[in-house]
Nanobody, 129 residues
Framework: QVQLVESGGGLVQAGGSLRLSCAAS????????LGWFRQAPGKEREFVAA????????YYADFVKGRFTISRDDAKNTMYLQMNSLKPEDTAVYLC??????????????????????WGQGIQVTVSS
């Protein structure tokens, strides 16, 4: 049974930083793609970034390029999202997700929530102005 547990959220002032973690368990994730999404009240779930566990290649939404960095620690089975230069519009519940690696470029599928079979519960990030 795949389990994903997010941590590291909270309240931060605009311009500040947070690092989210997603602890993954239940199987080896060497053949998986993991992603971060976010959802603000009244809005659709939005893709943030994804990482191919094997090899570590990454894919980002345009609005986070240069501010957020996705990474993973193979030994800890944990994925991270380092968020810098946070803005009030980054306020949302952040969720991690996982699915089997399709072996094709991530830009073709990793941004769609329906790609993912496994989801964490989500964690709140609030950026004050």
């Amino acid at each position: 049974q795949v389990q994903l547990v997010e941590s590291g959220g909270g309240l931060v002032q605009a311009g500040g930083s947070l690092r989210l973690s997603c602890a993954a368990s239940g199987r080896s994730f060497s053949s998986y793609v993991l992603g971060w999404f976010r959802q603000a009240p009244g809005k659709e779930r939005e893709f943030v970034a994804a990482i191919r566990w094997s090899g570590g290649s990454t894919y980002y939404a345009d609005f986070v390029k240069g501010r957020f960095t996705i990474s993973r620690d193979d030994a800890k089975n944990t994925m991270y999202l380092q968020m810098n230069s946070l803005k009030p519009e980054d306020t949302a519940v952040y969720l991690c997700a996982a699915d089997m690696d399709m072996g094709i470029p991530m830009r073709r599928y990793a941004a769609s929530p329906v790609t993912y079979d496994y989801w964490g519960q989500g964690i709140q990030v609030t950026v004050s102005s």
